[in-house]
């Protein structure tokens, strides 16, 4: 529409000044670029976390340190994607157009989307879950064109994430990258195939943000990847950050490695190698021959909750912690409530850990498999009983999905031993459920839940209710 195209013109033209307030970062700086966005959020929600950010450059917060790191650390193309996709295009620009796919739909589009692009790979880790999909396909590509347009173009959204197998063996999604230069593209590696001149190709693209994973130090990382694949990732590290690329690390807690993702000197390590983002999930047991005494206990889970949160607010560098943040999400994102899933197959999933469909994008849209029952009673039921700090379907309230399970004879799994989850794993994650709910309760009634970052003093009194209404991160909404 005409209208979408000047109002698109007009914010391209707001986000380029926004973006030069980020060269050269200075707090003065920093706090103009969140006064512009203020100004430009399509939504009220939008505005207030703008000044939300603003205050905490204001106040001296380190994420006031870490805008500073991304102006003055990426190369121009990856600080402009930044603001200009992540920020501008996939959060605060993108109301009018989510809000008429509302009005259609009866409900909200999701924020992202992880896609399996592949399932090969140059490692075979322990536990990975995507071990168990096809390892000789790869999701054909002018699917994946298809899927991103559609999500730009009907959905407003600006925000995919790639994962596998390794993406990086895919020559071709360079396309992808540059076909949809006002989408950013977080993309999961294990990094040991990223050289100087796919670096440089990063780099001069900027909407690309590679996720390097890692499992703490030297000893554990090769013990579940590889001999010699932890001096590789500090080799990777240091050639992404040469080139000024917008990266981060990956960590899943297991019972093993909890303590050791979750040190300073782990985040030190992370800061020093360039790493501006840190991505915190845990062991879930739907992978390769899958482990209860793997996860983490319920003491390091919150144990976790409590560190990662005391971690972002002493260091330049944005982490997420992608259960305890349920704060900040308010609740659940699977089901498409703020994200869903597509295999390599093309499966579509409510979550990257639900290995279970109805649909195929290679037989339908996005739009069309989110009208399927099986997704609308799990955005319907989310945040369950308001507790954010128990969002999770699988192993916060495993008899949930059961339940869902029970309603649909067009579900099924994705792969062989997908529904172990609800067969025989059941009574041992309903036991690991019990346990972190006699701690999160007693948090949550207590009102010890936080969210990302604090909030200004003049809105302490709707802090939570910010959190439970939207809770938009720092890395996209």
């Keep these: 529409m005409l209208l979408d195209k000047v109002k698109n013109m007009a914010g391209d033209r707001v986000l380029q000044r926004i973006s030069e307030n980020l060269e050269d970062a200075t707090p003065e700086k920093l706090a103009r670029m969140w006064g512009l966005f203020e100004k430009v959020a399509s939504q009220p929600r939008h505005k207030s976390e703008a000044q939300r950010f603003r205050w905490l450059v204001e106040s001296g917060h380190p994420f006031g340190r870490w805008l500073e790191r991304i102006g003055n650390e990426l190369s121009p193309a990856a600080r402009d994607a930044l603001i200009q996709n992540l920020y501008g295009h996939a959060w605060f620009l993108n109301g009018d157009k989510r809000e008429r796919f509302r009005e259609k739909e009866g409900f909200e589009p999701p924020n992202l989307i992880v896609t399996d692009v592949t399932a090969r790979c140059n ?34 959204m ?24 006002k989408s950013q593209f977080q993309v999961y590696t294990n990094g040991t195939l990223i050289d100087d001149q796919m670096a440089a190709r990063f780099a001069k693209l900027g909407n690309v943000m590679p996720m390097l994973s890692i499992e703490g130090d030297e000893a554990l990382t ?44 782990f985040i030190e390590k992370m800061i020093d190698k360039g790493c501006l983002y840190g991505w915190y999930f845990q062991y879930i047991p739907v992978g390769r021959d899958p482990d209860m005494d793997l996860m983490v206990t319920a003491g390091q889970r919150e144990m976790m909750r409590r560190k990662v949160y005391e971690l972002r607010n002493t260091y330049p560098i944005f982490l ?124 949550w009634d207590n009102g010890e839940a936080k969210g990302l970052y604090p909030y200004p003093p003049a809105e302490e009194g709707q802090g939570l209710e910010m959190e439970e209404k939207a809770g938009v991160a720092a890395g996209g909404g």
């Design 123 to 156: 490692l075979r880790c322990e536990g990975c879950w995507a071990s168990e999909y096809g390892r000789d396909s790869d999701l054909e590509l002018e699917h994946i064109e298809r899927m991103v347009s559609e999500c730009e173009e009907e959905m407003g």
């Design 222 to 265: 090769d013990g579940r990847r590889g001999e010699g694949i932890y001096q590789k990732l500090m080799e990777t590290m240091e050639t992404l950050r040469e080139h000024g690329v917008l990266f981060g690390f990956s960590a899943t807690a297991t019972r093993h490695n909890a303590e050791s993702i979750i040190r300073h000197e």
């Design 158 to 181: 600006h925000f995919f994430v790639f994962s596998g197998g390794e993406p990086t063996l895919r020559e071709d999604l360079f396309e992808i990258y540059e076909h949809h230069p």
């Design 320 to 443: 997420a912690d992608f259960w305890n943040d349920g704060t900040e999400t308010g609740g659940c994102m699977a089901g498409a409530n703020r994200y869903l899933h597509v295999t390599n197959d093309g499966d579509i999933e409510p979550c990257v850990f639900c290995h279970f469909a109805a649909d195929n994008i290679k037989d339908t849209t996005i739009t069309a498999a989110l009208r399927h029952p099986f997704f609308q009673p799990i955005r319907e039921g989310i945040p369950y009983d308001g507790n954010h700090l128990r969002p999770c379907m699988l192993i916060d309230r495993p008899w949930v999905f059961r339940q869902y399970m029970e309603r649909f004879d067009d579900v099924r799994p994705t792969h062989a031993g997908a529904e172990s989850l609800i067969t025989e794993l059941a009574d041992d994650m309903d036991r690991k459920a019990r346990q972190w709910a006699e701690i999160a309760v007693k948090a």
